[in-house]
Nanobody, 120 residues
Framework: QVQLRESGGGLVQAGGSLRLSCAASGRIAVIDAMGWYRQAPGKQRELVATVSSVGSTNYADSVKGRFTVSRDNARNTVYLQMNSLKPEDTAVYYC??????????????WGQGTQVTVSS
């Protein structure tokens, strides 16, 4: 069984910063891409940022230049550093990872979500 555990959400004023972490644990042979998605009230879940197993990154246009995604492969952990936060960044942030438990087939896993609230 694979689990993704997020931490680091909270309440921050506009212009502030937060750092999210997500650690994968359990039966893990290989981790491919890891990343972050978010879902605001009344909206669909959307991509925020992803990082490949070799460190290639991809960002939503709305967060480019403000957010940085990174990973520590030794710790099976992905991070999201969020700077210059805006009220429109308010959402539940979900960690996602593509993991092979046994080294052959890959599955997508989700964390439970962590709330980020940015006040104006």
């Amino acid at each position: 069984q694979v689990q993704l555990r997020e931490s680091g959400g909270g309440l921050v004023q506009a212009g502030g910063s937060l750092r999210l972490s997500c650690a994968a644990s359990g039966r893990i042979a290989v981790i491919d891409a890891m990343g972050w998605y978010r879902q605001a009230p009344g909206k669909q879940r959307e991509l925020v940022a992803t990082v490949s197993s070799v460190g290639s990154t991809n960002y939503a246009d709305s967060v480019k230049g403000r957010f940085t995604v990174s990973r520590d492969n030794a710790r099976n952990t992905v991070y999201l550093q969020m700077n210059s936060l805006k009220p429109e960044d308010t959402a539940v942030y979900y960690c996602n990872a593509r993991i092979s438990p046994f080294g052959n087939v890959y599955f997508g896993y989700w964390g439970q979500g962590t709330q980020v609230t940015v006040s104006s």
